[in-house]
């Protein structure tokens, strides 16, 4: 199985952007504990964008291939449109999409407490630093085979 691991503006600069929001990890720690995670029989396809259009051309791509997504859209979370509408055409193929953050949103400043994403994602993760991707790693898999647990 393939998952595709996209990350939005400004999560390249992790590791050293608000330590004391989103932890010291860098996105590469972030996508290798995945890995770690995974074993041999998933393949982490990760990526970052600071572009709203790549990440758009992206989720159409994981819609025609079927690709399950984990997605921190992050500051497009509270007001991109665009990304809403394209995980909707992912989601409406019937392929998960899992949104995801570092921090907890809800608990930070009132304009991040709406994300215009969260309707048309399949699940949302939030709050668990690291751990809010290994969540959705493991609810893609629960999603791919109900009877594992
Ligand atoms: C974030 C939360 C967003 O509000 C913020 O703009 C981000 C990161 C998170 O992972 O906690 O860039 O998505």
């Known amino acids: 199985m ?3 691991v996209l990350g939005g503006p400004n999560l390249d600069r992790l590791g050293t952007r608000e330590p004391e929001t989103y932890g010291t990890q860098t996105l590469a720690d972030i996508v290798d504990l995945l890995r770690t995670t995974a074993g041999s029989g998933v393949e982490i ?3 970052q964008s600071n572009f709203e259009g790549q990440l758009v051309e992206w989720l159409h791509d994981a819609a025609d291939a079927r ?3 984990i997605l921190n859209p992050a500051a497009l979370t509270h007001y991109s449109i665009a990304l809403r509408d394209a995980v909707s055409i ?3 193929t019937g392929t998960p999409v899992i949104e995801v953050h570092l921090s907890n949103p809800h608990a930070r400043e ?5 994300s215009v994403i969260s309707a048309v994602a399949t699940g949302v993760i939030a709050g668990l630093g690291a751990g809010s991707y290994l969540a959705a790693l493991e609810g893609i898999r629960a999603l791919s085979e109900p ?3």
């Not at 009132?110 to 709406?114: S, Y």
């Open 2 to 4: 393939r998952i595709l």
């Open 45 to 47: 396809d990760a990526r």
């Open 67 to 69: 690709t399950p997504v």
């Open 90 to 92: 992912v989601t409406e």
């Open 110 to 114: 009132p304009f991040r407490h709406t």
């Open 147 to 149: 009877n594992r647990h």
